[in-house]
C-alpha cells in the first residue's frame, strides 16, 4: 500500500495564529482529501484535492503531486479549529490510505 | 439532502459473538466503503461496495465481510468477535471522482 506521512504529529496554538499540516505520500495518486475529525469521531470532508490549491474562507490547501505532498494551512485558527486534521489518498478504486493525523490545540 | 447515516451509534459485545452494522448512503451516492479506525492502528480500509458488488478490500481477515442491497445501503458483519475489534467503525459514500462523505460512525466494544 502507499505510506502517508504527516507531520507535525501534535500541534499547540494560541487562537489567532496561523499553521500548516503537512502530508507526504509515497506514489502517485489519483485523489487526495484533507479531513477535520472532531471529539465525537465525526470525519469532516475539508478538501478534495488531488493538485493545485484551493481555498475555504480561513482554510487553504495545496497538493504538489509531482512531488508527492499536500499542505493544510490554518489561518487566524480558531477553537472549534482543534480536533485531528488527516489526509487520505487515493491510488485505485476508491480505497484510500490515511495517514497518522496531526492533532491540533488552540488555546484561547 | 441527508447525510451519511450509521447504526447503531454505539455496540458493547463479547468476545465470540457476532455483530452487523448498517450505513445509509447519501441519496444517489452509489460506491460505499468502510474503515475501522483504533488507537494503534489508524484508519484502515475494510472494503468498498458499488451496485451490490465488492470492488476492493482490505487486509483483514475473512471474519470480516460486508454487502450491499440494491438502494446502496450496506452492511457489514463481524464474526467470531475478539477484544483487538473494538474500534470506531466509520461508513463513507461517494459518487465516483467525487469526495468521500462519512457518517457518525459505530463505536464497537469487545469485552
Known amino acids: 500500500g502507499i505510506q502517508v506521512e504527516q507531520s507535525p504529529p501534535d500541534l499547540i496554538l494560541q487562537e489567532g495564529a496561523n499553521s500548516t499540516l503537512r502530508c507526504n505520500f509515497s506514489?502517485?495518486?489519483?485523489?487526495l482529501q484533507w479531513f477535520h475529525q472532531n471529539p465525537w469521531g465525526q470525519l469532516i470532508n475539508l478538501f478534495y484535492i488531488p493538485s493545485g490549491t484551493k481555498q475555504n474562507g480561513r482554510l487553504s490547501a495545496t497538493t504538489v503531486a509531482t512531488e508527492r505532498y499536500s499542505l493544510l494551512y490554518i489561518s487566524s485558527s480558531q477553537t472549534t479549529d482543534s480536533g485531528v486534521y488527516f489526509c487520505a489518498v487515493e491510488k485505485i478504486g476508491n480505497q484510500f490510505y490515511f495517514g497518522t493525523g496531526t492533532s491540533l490545540t488552540v488555546i484561547p | 439532502k441527508a447525510g451519511v447515516t450509521q447504526t447503531p451509534r454505539y455496540l458493547i459485545k463479547t468476545r465470540g459473538q457476532q455483530v452487523t452494522l448498517s450505513c445509509s448512503p447519501i441519496?444517489?451516492?452509489?460506491?460505499v466503503s468502510w474503515y475501522q479506525q483504533t488507537p494503534g492502528q489508524g484508519l484502515q480500509f475494510l472494503f468498498e461496495?458499488?451496485?451490490?458488488?465488492?470492488?476492493n478490500k482490505g487486509n483483514f481477515p475473512g471474519r470480516f465481510s460486508g454487502r450491499q442491497f440494491s438502494n446502496s445501503r450496506s452492511e457489514m458483519n463481524v464474526s467470531t468477535l475478539e477484544l483487538g475489534d473494538s474500534a470506531l467503525y466509520l461508513c463513507a459514500s461517494s459518487l465516483a471522482g467525487s469526495p468521500l462523505h462519512f457518517g457518525n460512525g459505530t463505536r464497537l466494544t469487545v469485552t
Open positions: 506514489d502517485s495518486v489519483n485523489n
Open positions: 441519496s444517489g451516492h452509489r460506491s
Open positions: 461496495y458499488f451496485s451490490e458488488t465488492q470492488r
